[in-house]
């Protein structure tokens, strides 16, 4: 195949997904596959949307309903391997799947790994710190 280059303005004509980068740089992350991480990137997209269509429940958490059959699809990939990547997400902690019975999708609740505690550290200027107090 021979593809052309990007040129000017045609670098912005893409939707992309995003996943955390923190998932390939982190090592509390390194157990999870790659395909785990892309699909965490899906589940993630798909929260924004579940946002925007008042899919949030009696706590206020915001949940995604992502069938096993979109999840194929998305992927690529036989069943059993999004089985096997979802159970990775979830065994880790990253996911909740809420089974509704009845042949009814599962509820995905996808988890906010940041640690605040962490993240307000490393994101904070000097000027947060108290004030200077000088000794004569």
Not at 18 to 44: A, C, M
């Amino acid at each position: 195949m021979a593809f052309d280059y990007f040129y000017e303005e045609q670098s912005q004509q893409f939707a992309f997904y995003r996943i955390p980068k923190v998932l390939f740089t982190d090592n509390r992350f390194q157990k999870i596959s790659t395909e785990g991480k892309v699909l965490y990137g899906l589940l993630l997209d798909r929260v924004s949307l579940s946002r925007e269509n008042g899919w949030i429940d009696e706590e206020g958490r915001v949940y995604i309903i992502f069938t096993l059959n979109a999840i194929r699809q998305a992927m690529n990939c036989a069943e059993k391997s999004a089985i096997k990547y979802l159970t990775e997400l979830e065994d880790f902690g990253l996911i909740e799947r809420i089974r509704q019975g009845l042949g009814k999708p599962a509820i995905i609740y996808v988890k906010n790994f940041i640690d605040q505690y962490n993240l307000q550290v490393k994101t904070c200027n000097n000027s947060s710190s108290g004030p200077v107090q000088f000794t004569a």
